[in-house]
């Protein structure tokens, strides 16, 4: 859909359906199941809670792949053959970034109309104002992953004034340091409406400011060269010791539990979507098991076979895929915890059948009929982040069978540990290292987690460590490619001299070393025809990819959106 029809849809959801009341609120409340129009809803506190509780799911539903898989590719953490993102070369019309930017735009259209309708609720002070702060956060966030995306967009204040006075089709793009401006603007807003906590699984005032301290980490390097701004670097630290100190959020024990189902609200996370594995109505399910489950995974349609964790990721984990399992240490959880290789096995997938184990799962027909018998993942890995398992492991964690396509499992998209980091980093700030001992515990906090041997603190914390840390922390979480786009926003070259160094390609030759070691036990590397692609194809690295183009539908609907943007005082123009 272009710009144009994400306003129509979304107007026409809040007349018809008041905006998703009758579905997809299954996480914290499901309302009566009568029909409903906006003007006899939102009378009463409940129904004002009921009323934004799709703002956590239905409006992303067509961002997730694209999300958490295309900008895995851009980042180097996926392979996934000749995809445009992975080669980074993406197009106008490509229909994932179409499908991204659409979602974004969609959430912001639902967020703008329900906002203003809670805002005119006969309900509680107290309920208006939490609901309204929730929908102004998701609202911030699309428009920060726009802004990151495409850098100057339009800024869309009121959906419904902007489709009765026919503005939609002559918005002009605006500055990306205006549409950051804005973005602070509405968090603020909705951190001042928003209580200290919430119900598990909605949005508070830390989770607010979570969000707002990642923009200002962000913001801190726009239009800067070399160095970044330090009034944004001291906003981003002081939110984030805020948030560590005050939030009452805890880091998981076990990092592999944040991602269970029965933990979907857990105490690390900050911000999530939270799905409902139904098809009432498609787009209330979290898609990603369907997207990197391998075929068979599952009694239902799955296609994770070829889109799989990167040479470049293993290596950053220190993985070497031509060990022989027996051999490897496992020394950071979070590698398992993101991808399978040969000699995984796992307790809480296909527990019904004791577990499961990576290699019979691919060459024992007895254990899976579906077993191809051979190994698809050009890398000799496949992911793991985002999935359930089979039937029996979503309902022994949710107590319901997921469906075609669509489990429950809640997406978390900022969490204590990113929060961590960030502080880290912005303390950092301009220094190549740190020596102070709050920065030191916040980093040592994560990845002592993820490392238990590294149990002694370090003496110091640098840029790199921070920048390495995120990556291994938070790979596969949709947040990678980002942390390139900040850094292209100061130091266009460090970022482009990386992307460039990735091993983006593929390993021959894993077959034929797995298949041999399933059935003889025996390891066997052929170092002369197991190793990696002799002829990786050579990716063109420019300032420009760190944009990626407006959708070619959006343009032609709008052309002012393809003239140079406009400066916007976006405080005096705008207010809620």
């Not at 918005?171 to 598990?200: C, H, N, Q, W």
């Amino acid at each position: 859909m272009n710009i144009l029809k994400k306003y129509k849809f979304a107007a026409v959801l809040a007349v018809v359906a008041g905006f998703g009341m009758t579905s997809c609120d299954d996480f914290l409340n499901r309302p009566t199941e009568d029909g409903y129009t906006t003007e006899d809803y939102y009378k009463s506190d409940q129904e004002c809670y009921n009323g934004v509780n799709h703002l956590y799911g239905l409006p992303w539903s067509d961002l997730t792949a694209a999300y958490f898989s295309e900008l895995e590719n851009a980042a180097g953490n996926q392979y996934a053959g000749g995809n445009a993102f992975v080669l980074l070369s993406i197009q106008s019309n490509n229909q994932s970034l179409k499908e991204m930017v659409g979602a974004n735009w969609r959430a912001i259209a639902e967020a703008n109309i329900t906002y203003n309708k809670i805002k005119g609720a006969s309900a509680s002070e107290a309920a208006k104002n939490a609901t309204m702060g929730e929908a102004l956060t998701w609202k911030a966030f699309a428009y920060f992953n726009l802004v990151r995306m495409l850098g100057p967009i339009p800024i869309i204040h009121d959906t419904e004034s902007d489709i009765s006075s026919g503005a939609y089709n002559s918005k002009f793009r605006v500055e990306s340091a205006d549409v950051y401006e804005y973005v602070i603007m509405t968090l603020e807003k909705a951190v001042s409406l928003l209580p200290e906590s919430a119900a598990g699984g909605r949005i508070d005032r830390f989770s607010a400011k979570a969000l707002l301290a990642k923009v200002y980490l962000a913001k801190s390097g726009l239009g800067q060269t070399g160095t970044r701004n330090q009034a944004d670097l001291d906003m981003a630290a002081s939110l984030a010791k805020d948030v560590m100190d005050n939030s009452g959020r805890e880091l998981m024990e076990n990092y592999e539990d944040i991602f269970r189902a029965s933990n979907n609200f857990n105490k690390e996370s900050l911000l999530a979507w939270h799905w409902y594995g139904s098809y009432n109505p498609y787009g209330c399910g979290n898609q990603l098991q369907a997207i990197f489950a391998m075929g068979g995974f599952t009694n239902t349609l799955t296609w994770g076979d070829w889109t799989v964790p990167s040479v470049d990721l293993q290596e950053a984990f220190g993985l070497d895929i031509f060990q022989n399992p027996e051999e490897r240490r496992n020394t950071d959880v979070r590698r398992k915890a993101t991808m399978m290789i040969a000699g995984d096995k796992y307790s809480y997938f296909w527990r019904n059948v004791g577990g499961f184990d990576y290699l019979k799962f691919l060459y024992d027909k007895e254990y899976n009929p579906d077993a191809k018998e051979s190994l698809s993942s050009g890398t000799g890995a496949n992911v793991v982040k985002g999935l359930v398992g089979n039937d029996e492991d979503h309902k022994a964690e949710l107590g319901y069978i997921g469906m075609k396509q669509s489990t429950g499992l809640s997406t978390h998209l900022i969490r204590l540990a990113d929060v961590y980091l960030i502080y880290a980093e912005a303390k950092i700030g301009n220094n190549a290292s740190s020596t102070e001992a709050s920065v030191i515990d916040a980093f040592h906090a994560v990845h002592h987690r993820a490392v238990s041997a590294d149990w002694e603190k370090p003496s110091s914390v640098s840029w790199e460590d921070v920048w390495k840390e995120r990556r291994l922390e938070l790979a596969y979480e949709g947040d990678r490619w980002f942390d390139f786009v900040r850094l292209s926003y100061y130091d266009p070259q460090r970022a482009i001299n990386e992307l460039k160094s990735q091993k983006r390609s593929y390993y021959n030759g894993l077959d034929e070393l797995y298949k041999t070691y399933w059935e003889t036990g025996k390891w066997t590397v052929k170092p002369e025809s197991m190793q990696y692609d002799t002829n990786p194809p050579v990716i063109s690295v420019t300032e420009s990819v760190f944009r990626f183009p407006m959708p070619e539908d959006d343009v032609i609907f709008n052309p002012n959106l393809s003239k140079e943007p406009i400066h916007v005082d976006v405080r005096a123009e705008y207010a809620y």
